[in-house]
């Protein structure tokens, strides 16, 4: 009796496998699991993450599971640091420039150097901080929300700190200038470029 999976494969009464097609297709032998390019050879597709390394791969990758992932997450949280600075630099100069030599008024430069910083974060955590290779139609959208997220927050921590426990607003931007970006890294790291 041949049986047909749902990935297309035709299975004989041996355990033997052959691609789905109206011709006669040679039989391929049975794919175990834990050889996957014998699952390729018989037409199944794989995700590269699903498959099994050979032997000799099966140990560097079971020594490399044990080893912490401290140290790739310590250096990616370096690295958005760094695009955080340069957002904020790229903003504060924009500011500056608009303000002491195109004449503009603080708020307007500003906003405009807020949209500045805003693309070189996005670029910067899209291409380094993260490296992923999803489109922007995916990650700008995501990164918007967090990027709201993050303002709400900050203006939920300004006013509990200056209107309800009345401490000094730059103290109580410090507290924030904390919690936002962590919030964000988070965020950013666990949905936006995933």
Known sequence: MISEDNEGIRHGPAGDTAPAASGASPPYPAAPPH??????????????DTMTA?????????????????LRDLRRLVRYGIS???AAAVHLGVLTVLVEVAGLR??????????????????LQRRWVFATDLTHGFTLPRFVVVIGLGLLINTA?????????EHHYALVQLAAFVVVPL????LNSLWTFR
């Open 35 to 48: 050889v996957p390019w014998r699952a390729a050879a018989a037409g199944r597709r794989l995700r590269q």
């Open 54 to 70: 050979p032997t000799e791969h099966a140990e560097h990758a079971r020594r490399s599971s044990r080893r912490p992932h401290g």
């Open 84 to 86: 955080g600075s340069t």
């Open 106 to 123: 603080p708020v307007v430069a500003s906003a405009i150097g807020f949209l500045c910083g805003f693309v070189v974060s996005y670029l």
């Open 157 to 165: 921590v300004l006013w509990l700190g200056t209107e309800y426990l």
């Open 183 to 186: 919030n964000n890294y988070v």
